[in-house]
């Protein structure tokens, strides 16, 4: 389980998060392949032929296309957990030697921002190293864990950086506490975590789609002569949207990081424990929590219950 494995339910009917993340890649998707269709793909395009096409399409032609296309957009929401792991870089095995080579690549880049992060030894560092340095120890906080957990995609990276960083300061475990905390959000803080969530959740769909609709294109348009360049249309919006995904997915990371400051003594209220009055102990019952949700192993039988009658 991961932070991004810990996506919002999608809402009843056709709510904002169903038609941002599923409907509207599916639509553009759907639009673009069928133009090509109509236009004489495979094979040479005229573009009046799908012009004419599109015009002459019946009031129950386009309700069977409207259908269709809600059918299978409510078909692959519930994939979404697994886009966004898809590029995340949680590959089939057979993908190992990429996914290999991928992380030897995705080191050199954070090691290159980790010296960039750093100053210089042999003299007294300016005013503008110094800046420079803190913007690139910010860039590797952001986007990288520690070496022995780098992934093999940027975005994997990023959320993994983010997995890192939630409540470590004061001893939570995120991939494990997440779940817990989530529900005792303020709506306010709930808000922001949902709309960047949303945000990356809808970026990640557009990537995977541009990508997957690009190849199809490319297969419709083989025997169209130069005309199979307009493949690159859906590619480079795929690229743009995985570029808009990674950025996302810093924002929601940030978020889920101001969440854990925010919102842990809320969990420990909620969870009736007495609350901490130190840092140090307050660390040493997050870790305790922690095990025992990761590992099964019980705490000391200890409740703060306001209110109520203890027995």
């Not at 038609?19 to 495979?42: R, T």
């Not at 269709?68 to 409510?74: D, H, Y």
């Not at 400051?261 to 102990?281: N, Q, S, V």
Request: proline share 5%; with cysteine; charged share 20%.
């Amino acid at each position: 389980m991961t932070l991004a494995g810990l996506a919002k339910p999608a809402g009843d009917g056709f709510s904002p998060r169903f038609v941002v993340v599923s409907y509207l890649p599916s639509l553009a998707a759907a639009v673009f392949l069928l133009l090509l269709v109509w236009a004489g793909a495979p094979g040479p395009l005229t573009w009046s032929r799908a012009w004419k096409t599109a015009a002459g399409l019946g009031a129950g032609e386009a309700i069977g296309l409207a259908v269709g296309l809600t059918l299978l957009a409510v078909a692959f929401m519930p994939l979404q957990l697994s886009v966004v792991r898809l590029l995340e870089g949680y590959w089939p095995r057979f993908l190992t030697p990429l996914d290999r080579l991928l992380r030897v690549v995705q080191r050199w880049r954070r090691g290159r921002l980790a010296r960039r992060a750093e100053l210089p030894d042999d003299a007294e560092p300016t005013p503008a190293q110094v800046l420079a340095a803190g913007l690139a120890g910010t860039q590797l906080e952001r986007r990288y864990p520690v070496e022995e957990n780098v992934r093999a995609t940027t975005l994997g990276n990023v959320l993994a950086a983010a997995e890192q960083r939630a409540g470590a300061n004061y001893g939570w475990d995120a991939v494990v506490a997440w779940p817990r905390l989530y529900p005792v959000l303020t709506e306010q803080v709930r808000a922001v975590v949902d709309a960047r969530r949303d945000s990356l959740d809808s970026t990640a769909r557009l990537a995977l789609t541009g990508v997957l609709t690009a190849v199809a294109s490319a297969c419709l348009l083989a025997r169209s002569g130069w005309w199979c360049l307009l493949a690159l249309v859906p590619l480079g919006l795929g690229w743009l949207a995985y570029v808009g995904a990674v950025r996302a997915a810093i924002a929601y990371g940030e978020a889920v990081v101001v969440a854990f400051d925010l919102g842990r003594f809320d969990l420990l209220t909620a969870l009736h424990l007495h609350l901490p009055a130190t840092r140090a102990a307050e660390h040493r019952l997050a870790e305790a929590l922690c095990l025992q949700w990761r590992q099964g192993v019980q705490l000391p039988d200890d409740y703060d219950h306001v209110g109520t009658s203890a027995e």
